[in-house]
Nanobody, 121 residues
Framework: QVQLVESGGGLVQPGRSMRLSCEAF????????MGWYRRTPGKQREVVAL???????TYADSVKGRFTISRDNAKNTVYLQMHSLRPEDTAVYYC???????????????WGQGIQVTASS
């Protein structure tokens, strides 16, 4: 069974940096796009950054120039490096990946459990 396990969240002062990691486990044949989303109370989950299998990336306007998404295909891992964090970046961050597993012929979307990031003094 596929699992996505996030790590690296917590409390950070505004203006500082933090890196999130997400590793996928379990019967994986191939991973297409990977991404990070976030949700704050009272709001819908929004895309933060996406990285495709060819390495191309997409960012939300609110994080462009501050956040960088990357991936290590050998480790089935996606990263989100966050700089110049702002209080409005405070949210639960979710990892997402489109994964092909051995028992399937289609790529399906999988989600991590979510990790809290809080930018506050």
């Amino acid at each position: 069974q596929v699992q996505l396990v996030e790590s690296g969240g917590g409390l950070v002062q505004p203006g500082r940096s933090m890196r999130l990691s997400c590793e996928a486990f379990g019967g994986i044949v191939s991973i297409a796009a990977m991404g990070w989303y976030r949700r704050t109370p009272g709001k819908q989950r929004e895309v933060v950054a996406l990285i495709r299998s060819n390495g191309t990336t997409t960012y939300a306007d609110s994080v462009k120039g501050r956040f960088t998404i990357s991936r290590d295909n050998a480790k089935n891992t996606v990263y989100l490096q966050m700089h110049s964090l702002r209080p409005e970046d405070t949210a639960v961050y979710y990892c997402n990946a489109d994964i092909l597993i051995y028992s399937s012929s289609n790529y399906d979307a999988y989600w991590g459990q979510g990790i809290q990031v809080t930018a506050s003094s």
